[in-house]
T-cell receptor
Framework: GAGVSQSPRYKVAKRGQDVALRCDPI?????LFWYQQALGQGPEFLTY????????KSGLPSDRFFAERPEGSVSTLKIQRTQQEDSAVYLCASSESGGSGNTIYFGEGSWLTVV | KQEVTQIPAALSVPEGENLVLNCSFT??????LQWFRQDPGKGLTSLLL?????REQTSGRLNASLDKSSGRSTLYIAASQPGDSATYLCAVRGQLTFGKGTKLSVIP
């Protein structure tokens, strides 16, 4: 596709509900990142994939957060038993190769509100 | 752990002024530094990418510099326009660690 696509754009979840956020990276991009951005803050790293391999998940805040990219393209970020502090924008990004020299392109984010 | 700081947090300037946004980072062992723009309710748009071996990059009215040894980068915007109003974020690679951004308002 032309850019990184995320869905849903907006999600309201009741506390305790499970949510799944989808990311379609730019076609052919090897690297995929998930970030969490709270209001008024910069994005915080969650996890990184190179193809289907999850190489870094050090930013996932708890074991309620889980990400996968089973076929090396589309990725899903799942949050179980959502809490109010999970309310944030979840940003997905991709880059062309596994190297660190490439520009990273972001989607428009999934806005999660937990009530 | 890498920490990225952006100063000022907010900036308001009249249209036509030149301005400088600052970014500092604590660990100089970076692969590159990227400047982004974020409009309200939107994702991040990449503006400039500076590799660790480079000193500066230019795109139109934007010029970004990098001094790895001192852990600093600046984004220079020439002849600012109201359409430049947005939050500007810098991020360093490694892991792509972001600052909190500078919210820029250009007053017509």
């Amino acid at each position: 596709g032309a850019g990184v696509s995320q869905s849903p754009r907006y999600k309201v979840a009741k506390r305790g509900q499970d949510v799944a956020l989808r990311c379609d990276p730019i076609s052919g991009h090897v690297s995929l990142f998930w970030y969490q951005q709270a209001l008024g803050q910069g994005p915080e790293f969650l996890t990184y994939f190179q193809n289907e391999a999850q190489l870094d998940k050090s930013g996932l805040p708890s074991d309620r957060f889980f990400a996968e990219r089973p076929e090396g393209s589309v990725s899903t970020l799942k949050i179980q038993r959502t809490q109010q502090e999970d309310s944030a924008v979840y940003l997905c990004a991709s880059s062309e190769s596994g190297g660190s020299g490439n520009t990273i392109y972001f989607g428009e984010g999934s806005w999660l509100t937990v009530v | 752990k890498q920490e990225v700081t952006q100063i000022p947090a907010a900036l308001s300037v009249p249209e036509g002024e030149n301005l400088v946004l600052n970014c500092s980072f604590t660990d100089s062992a970076i692969y590159n530094l990227q400047w982004f723009r974020q409009d309200p309710g939107k994702g991040l748009t990449s503006l400039l990418l500076i590799q660790s071996s480079q000193r500066e990059q230019t795109s139109g009215r934007l010029n970004a510099s990098l001094d790895k040894s001192s852990g600093r980068s600046t984004l220079y915007i020439a002849a600012s326009q109201p359409g430049d109003s947005a939050t500007y974020l810098c991020a360093v690679r490694g892991q792509l660690t972001f600052g909190k951004g500078t919210k820029l308002s250009v007053i017509p």
